[in-house]
């Protein structure tokens, strides 16, 4: 009977660990859910809405993906045997809510100063240009850009999903197929 006993602690003891590891498992699963989502710019099958502006479409970088910061701030806050938590955005990615939930961003009027510079030789003779240094400029004057709204459209990357649940079932099968 001691044998019994003992084979049977054994067993309860990998599902333990096993299930011990469960939210852990989860919140890998969803990570790589989510940031699949950023890399294939879609969810669950929907691609995101493309960029409209062709005249204005951005030189480098994909749509999400310019400079990585959305993709590298989707993180698991934490994972134990109680549950798990992952969060998306940061101090240097403030825009992250606003993609996945989609939002109208108002902006103010302002006042700025805008530099000029006028060629008097070269390729750009006679022509007056937006001036990137003010050391280079010609001269400078106040512009007033009044209030505007831009639209952000929804590109969700992380919500449940069936997908998401699938992928989970499968990890947690997979899993205690090893018992």
Same mark, same amino acid.
């Given at each position: 009977?001691?044998?019994?006993?003992?084979?049977? /602690?054994?067993?309860?003891?990998?599902?333990?660990?096993?299930?011990?590891?469960?939210?852990?498992?989860?919140?890998?699963?969803?990570?790589?859910?989510?940031?699949?989502?950023?890399?294939?710019?879609?969810?669950?099958?929907?691609?995101?809405?493309?960029?409209?502006?062709?005249? /204005?479409?951005?030189?480098?970088?994909?749509?999400?993906?310019?400079?990585?910061?959305?993709?590298?701030?989707?993180?698991?806050?934490?994972?134990?045997?109680?549950?798990? /938590?992952?969060?998306?955005?940061?101090?240097?990615?403030?825009?992250?809510?606003?993609?996945?939930?989609?939002?109208?961003?108002?902006?103010?009027? /302002?006042?700025?100063?805008?530099?000029?510079?006028?060629?008097?030789?070269g390729k750009y003779k006679g022509k007056t240009l937006f001036a990137q240094n003010?050391?280079?400029?010609?001269?400078?004057?106040?512009?007033?850009?009044?209030?505007?709204?831009?639209?952000?459209?929804?590109?969700?990357?992380?919500?449940?999903?069936?997908?998401?649940?699938?992928?989970?079932?499968?990890?947690?099968?997979?899993?205690?197929?090893?018992?």
């Amino acid at each position: 009977m001691d044998k019994f006993d003992n084979k049977l /602690r054994a067993i309860f003891k990998k599902y333990e660990d096993k299930i011990d590891k469960a939210p852990a498992l989860v919140a890998e699963t969803a990570l790589e859910h989510f940031q699949n989502a950023i890399i294939k710019k879609q969810w669950d099958g929907t691609p995101y809405q493309p960029y409209k502006n062709k005249k /204005r479409e951005p030189s480098r970088g994909s749509l999400m993906m310019r400079n990585g910061n959305l993709f590298r701030s989707v993180k698991i806050v934490y994972a134990n045997p109680t549950g798990a /938590r992952l969060s998306a955005g940061s101090s240097k990615v403030p825009y992250a809510k606003v993609h996945n939930e989609g939002d109208t961003i108002q902006h103010q009027a /302002r006042t700025s100063i805008v530099t000029h510079r006028s060629y008097t030789k070269g390729k750009y003779k006679g022509k007056t240009l937006f001036a990137q240094n003010n050391e280079k400029a010609t001269y400078s004057q106040r512009a007033q850009v009044g209030a505007y709204a831009v639209n952000m459209p929804k590109r969700t990357f992380m919500a449940k999903s069936p997908s998401l649940m699938t992928d989970i079932k499968r990890r947690f099968k997979n899993n205690f197929k090893t018992l």
